[in-house]
T-cell receptor, first 117, second 113 residues
């Protein structure tokens, strides 16, 4: 079975601090994709990044960076110099190459990040 | 920028009533999905749809649920006889191919009273 664990339920930081959101996944498959989504207070799910299981290169996009380590089955997300607008629930998700080619996302429980001014 | 659109944003219905949630996926996307999120909990997969048929469904997606693509643009989720525990945010999503990222709509908050 596939599982995504986000052990941090809530994190609170002060603006300009760096913060790392942890994500640990479980799967027996060798081919899979990992995602991060942001859910701001307005409720929608905003896609942030997709990473396939064969690409362990870290990625940086502005203040966001992701650290994928297959050896520890982790896909952690770091926000540098956090801002109040980063306050949201962040979900890590996993998808496999499903039968029939469909994509089914398995989500973690989310980490609620609050950035205080 | 293309986006997935869901209507209505909020629906209140009485227990036992039928409800239809509507979605307009991104126009060139081929795969469509419904997910739900009970308040404060994680997002759960309900069903995926491709080539006018269900590709995969979860154990949540029982006989009370059905999906349909009645025309070239809409994708609907019907709950035949709503229960209190169906109260949740329902998200529609679409992706261009099976291995590309899914884009989500803004959600429909369903409240069953």
């Amino acid at each position: 079975a596939q599982k995504v664990t986000q052990a941090q339920t809530e994190i609170s930081v002060v603006e300009k601090e760096d913060v790392t959101l942890d994500c640990v996944y479980e799967t027996r498959d060798t081919t899979y994709y990992l995602f991060w989504y942001k859910q701001p207070p307005s409720g929608e799910l905003v896609f942030l990044i997709r990473r396939n299981s064969f690409d362990e290169q870290n990625e940086i996009s502005g203040r966001y960076s992701w650290n994928f380590q297959k050896s520890t089955s982790s896909f952690n997300f770091t926000i540098t110099a956090s801002q109040v607008v980063d306050s949201a629930v962040y979900f890590c998700a996993l998808t496999l190459v499903g039968q029939g080619g469909s994509e089914k996302l398995v989500f973690g429980k989310g980490t609620k990040l609050t950035v205080n001014p | 920028e293309p986006e997935v659109t869901q209507t209505p944003s909020h629906q209140v219905t009485q227990m036992g009533q039928e409800v239809i949630l509507r979605c307009v996926p991104i126009s060139n996307h081929l795969y469509f999905y419904w997910y739900r999120q009970i308040l404060g909990q994680k997002v759960e997969f309900l069903v995926s749809f491709y080539n006018n048929e269900i590709s995969e469904k979860s154990e949540i997606f029982d006989d009370q649920f059905s999906v349909e693509r009645p025309d070239g643009s809409n994708f609907t989720l019907k709950i035949r006889s709503t229960k209190l525990e169906d109260s949740a945010m329902y998200f529609c999503a679409s992706s261009e191919f099976w291995n590309t990222e899914a884009f989500f709509g803004q959600g429909t908050r369903l409240t069953v009273v």
